[in-house]
Structures are given as C-alpha cells and as structure tokens.
C-alpha cells in the first residue's frame, strides 16, 4: 500500500493532524479519516490541502510524482520568458527599421 501523501506532508512539517486541521479548517477527524483512506476527499479538501502544502492535487492522490507545483510550472515559465524575449527582440528590430530613416532624418535636421 503506497504511503498516503497527506501524512507524509504534516509529518515532514512536523504538524498534527489537529493542527493541520487549524490551517486548513479541515477538521482533525476528517484529516485522520482522509489519511486512513477511509474518507472520499472531497474537491474543497484537496484543494485547501494542497494549497496549503503548496503541491498539486494530483500529488496528494498520487497521480504524479512531481511534488511541488512549481517544479511543473518552471519549466512552463522559463518558457514563456525565452518566447517574450525573443518576441520583444523581434518588435524592436521591427521598430528599429520602421522608424530608422525618419530618425535619422531628423536627425539631420531634415524633418520627419
């Protein structure tokens, strides 16, 4: 039987299930049911849970291995970045040869 996810998470955090309770307004008995499997987690639960653990909801069911959400959104992030940069290069070059000669006109004092 694999190891429930939300004990591992209170227990790695050194938290009760009474407190964890607090911090998610879950109750204690709710929580020891949920990690006894003898519960069905319902959507709210998980996602305060996994909120709170700052994991993905497929995490705390064991759908993924990835336990953070950010490790999967990193990935994502870095490239939508290297897409903008590259997007925002781009426009400037395009800027750059739209307005070149009118600047360099004026420049020369010839007028736009």
């Not at 990835?66 to 426009?91: K, P």
């Not at 750059?96 to 007028?111: F, M, Q, S, V």
Request: hydrophobic share 30%; aromatic share 6%.
């Amino acid at each position: 039987m694999r190891e429930n996810r939300v004990r591992e998470l209170h227990m790695a955090l050194n938290l009760s299930q009474e407190q964890l309770g607090e911090c998610t307004n879950i109750s204690q008995q709710i929580i020891s049911k949920i990690e006894n499997d003898d519960e069905r987690q319902t959507k709210d639960n998980m996602i305060a849970l996994a909120h709170f653990f700052q994991v993905s909801t497929d995490y705390l069911l064991g759908r993924s291995t990835s336990r953070r959400i950010l490790e999967q959104e990193a990935g994502h992030l870095d490239q939508y970045e290297r897409n903008y940069d590259f997007l925002q290069e781009g426009a400037a070059r395009r800027n750059g040869k739209a307005y070149g000669e009118a600047g360099n006109r004026l420049r020369r004092g010839h007028g736009a």
